[in-house]
T-cell receptor
Framework: AQSVTQPDIHITVSEGASLELRCNYSYGATPYLFWYVQSPGQGLQLLLKYFSGDTLVQGIKGFEAEFKRSQSSFNLRKPSVHWSDAAEYFCAVGDNYGQNFVFGPGTRLSVLP | EAGVAQSPRYKIIEKRQSVAFWCNPISGHATLYWYQQILGQGPKLLIQFQNNGVVDDSQLPKDRFSAERLKGVDSTLKIQPAKLEDSAVYLC???????????????FGNGTRLTVT
């Protein structure tokens, strides 16, 4: 079974600064990787996903993520953070049978004005 | 397309009472999930349906939780009797994800926030 770790529980950045949220996964085959964002009181919204092809994927709201097989990582990045990006971010990995889908514990992002 | 609909948005009950949550998935999505999200934690899968059959309910506390998905569309999740530790947000998600479409994402509703007093 697959698993996901997000080493940072809480990150604080200043508005306009760059951002990188870490995600490490464990899965024996090629993983299906996803990043979701959850604003307070809301459900989870998909930011981007990766399965194959270019290891740098673009998502919505100016986010991108890079898949690094050698490091079992799928880190989320944004060059310039906006105050509205303050939220909880979840990395998730799905198996290649379309059955199991596991979330990481999440990283809470705070943005300073 | 219409998103995943959940109701109610909020529910407050006393311990030992019962409660039910409803979910209407995106049209055509065969897979439906119920997650429990305790404050400050990631979503934890309670039960996963493929059409109207159960794929995974290994983490569902079956002595008090039950779920059904009649006709492979809408689903209800019930808790009876509720405990204090059931206070959480209950999220429903649907997906076209299956063996043929493993890269399909999950689409989430806004959740039901349950408070047990």
């Amino acid at each position: 079974a697959q698993s996901v770790t997000q080493p940072d529980i809480h990150i604080t950045v200043s508005e306009g600064a760059s951002l990188e949220l870490r995600c490490n996964y464990s899965y024996g085959a090629t993983p299906y990787l996803f990043w979701y964002v959850q604003s307070p009181g809301q459900g989870l919204q998909l930011l981007l996903k990766y399965f194959s092809g270019d290891t740098l994927v673009q998502g919505i709201k100016g986010f991108e993520a890079e898949f690094k097989r050698s490091q079992s990582s799928f880190n989320l990045r944004k060059p310039s953070v906006h105050w509205s990006d303050a939220a909880e971010y979840f990395c998730a990995v799905g198996d290649n049978y379309g059955q199991n889908f596991v979330f990481g514990p999440g990283t809470r992002l705070s943005v300073l004005p | 397309e219409a998103g995943v609909a959940q109701s109610p948005r909020y529910k407050i009950i006393e311990k030992r009472q019962s409660v039910a949550f409803w979910c209407n998935p995106i049209s055509g999505h065969a897979t439906l999930y119920w997650y429990q999200q305790i404050l400050g934690q990631g979503p934890k899968l309670l039960i996963q349906f493929q059409n109207n059959g159960v794929v995974d309910d290994s983490q569902l506390p079956k002595d008090r939780f039950s779920a059904e998905r009649l006709k492979g569309v809408d689903s209800t999740l019930k808790i009876q009797p509720a405990k204090l530790e059931d206070s959480a947000v209950y999220l429903c998600a649907s997906s076209a994800r299956d063996r043929g479409l493993p890269d399909s994402p999950l689409h989430f509703g806004n959740g039901t926030r349950l408070t047990v007093t």
